[in-house]
């Protein structure tokens, strides 16, 4: 009979203890058990896991890569098992969640604290990038997007709008000047972003009607982090969703230029999710707590 996971379990094991003898001790096999465990699995996979001499014992590159892969499915199985019946206790389990750097600094950090201590059994792995992930491919229970939504296989929750605003430190302006009018810019800094979604042009609301113009700089930044901070040093004009600047409008590390000739344009914010039926609890509970307590300033 085949015992795939069971040879998997031998060679965790093995791969944790260091040893054939240590694991055997541990499993409460004989060594020679062990061994033709090991063997097995590397017969099946076609490839050496372990480099054995007389006195030591050491994983080889495909050993360390297949015990990584081995243990993060392992510990989704035991996640899945622990929270199969459990949806009348409450939320439990991992919690695997995405989002953009600025959204996860500004917006979700402040309140996260709150979910944990009204759901305790609950555990919270948040992963901060800028770059669009495949929920699948990085085993993300939910995944906060910015701007247009592209992946129809997922549910999606609308959690709130968030309006375009150009902003700068007092520092810039006050060596460079304020900007009266768009074609002002052409004489400025304009911090832009470095990813494909990007576009270099900017929108204004000019004769009554909507205009795109052309800004240029000397400056790109990967992620809306980072030319938040080069705008607060004094590196330039950004161009942010008002969710990612509103402490720095408040406390004045930055104030919003042009506003008269705002487009009013903006940026949707949804929360992601699979469109399974059956919805774990934990995330069905973090997206009803992200509508409940999120609030992005307008």
């Not at 609308?158 to 375009?164: A, D, T």
Request: hydrophobic share 40%.
């Amino acid at each position: 009979m085949d015992n795939r996971f069971g040879d998997i379990e031998t060679f965790l094991a093995v791969a944790r203890e260091g040893s054939l003898a240590a694991a055997a001790k541990a499993l409460r096999l004989t060594p020679s058990a062990v061994s033709r465990c090991i063997g097995r699995l590397e017969q099946r996979l076609g490839v050496t896991l372990l480099r054995r001499t007389t006195r030591s014992l050491a994983l080889t590159v495909d050993g360390a890569t297949y015990r990584d892969r081995m243990m993060a499915l392992m510990a989704e199985m035991a996640d899945v098992e622990s929270g199969l019946g459990q949806e009348d206790s409450g939320p439990r389990g991992l919690l695997r969640v995405n989002a953009s750097v600025s959204f996860g600094t500004q917006c979700l950090l402040p309140i996260l604290p709150h979910f944990l201590e009204r759901h305790p059994a609950v555990t919270v792995d948040l992963a901060l990038s800028d770059a669009v992930v495949d929920l699948v491919e990085e085993r993300a229970d939910i995944a906060i997007r910015i701007g247009p939504l592209r992946d129809t296989r997922l549910r999606a929750k609308k959690l709130g709008h968030s309006r375009m605003v150009l902003v700068a430190s007092p520092a810039y302006l006050a060596r460079r000047g304020t900007p009266e009018r768009p074609e002002d810019l052409d004489r400025h800094e304009c911090l832009q972003f470095s990813f494909r979604r990007s576009v270099d042009s900017w929108h204004f609301r000019i004769g009554g009607r909507t205009v795109q113009r052309p800004v240029q700089g000397r400056f790109f930044g990967n992620s809306g982090e980072v030319v938040r901070q080069m705008a607060i040093a004094g590196g330039g004009i950004a161009r942010h969703g008002r969710f990612h600047v509103a402490a720095d409008l408040r406390d004045g590390r930055l104030v919003e230029v042009l506003g008269d000739f705002s487009a009013g344009d903006g940026e949707d914010i949804h929360a992601l999710y699979s469109a399974q039926d059956r919805l774990a609890a934990r995330v069905r509970a973090f997206v009803d707590f992200l509508d409940d307590e999120l609030e992005l300033p307008s």
